[in-house]
């Protein structure tokens, strides 16, 4: 059972930055699918960036150019870098991946296995 936990949520002013985290153990290769989902409040789950290993990396257009995925020197650790901070960008930001990647890999598909979510207040 793969387990996914997020880190480096908090409040910050509009046009600042943060940092997410996410760690994944229980299972022993690379995922192949990870990626960062967001769900507003009184709005759906969506997908902000996700990387499709050996394939491509993919962003949400409102993203683009200001949130960064990546992973890091540890087995199936993923973070993502947001800049310049927007209101709209309020949301609990989830963490998900799946073990394998290919065509199924996209942000609007679905993913395996989840995190409890690290929160994220913009402030105007």
């Known amino acids: 059972q793969v387990t996914l936990v997020e880190s480096g949520g908090g409040s910050v002013a509009a046009g600042g930055s943060l940092t997410l985290s996410c760690a994944a153990s229980g299972y022993p290769y690379s995922l192949s699918c990870m990626g960062w989902f967001r769900q507003a409040p009184g709005k759906e789950r969506e997908g902000v960036a996700l990387?499709?290993?050996?394939?491509?990396?993919q962003y949400a257009e409102s993203v683009k150019g200001r949130f960064t995925i990546s992973d890091g020197d540890t087995k199936n650790s993923l973070y993502l870098q947001m800049n310049s901070l927007k209101p709209e960008d309020t949301a609990m930001y989830y963490c998900?991946?799946?073990?394998?990647?290919?065509?199924?890999?996209?942000?609007?598909?679905?993913?395996?296995?989840w995190g409890e979510g690290t929160l994220v207040t913009v402030s105007s």
């Open positions: 990387i499709n290993r050996n394939i491509d990396t």
């Open positions: 998900a991946a799946s073990i394998w990647g290919g065509s199924d890999c996209r942000l609007t598909g679905d993913m395996s296995y």
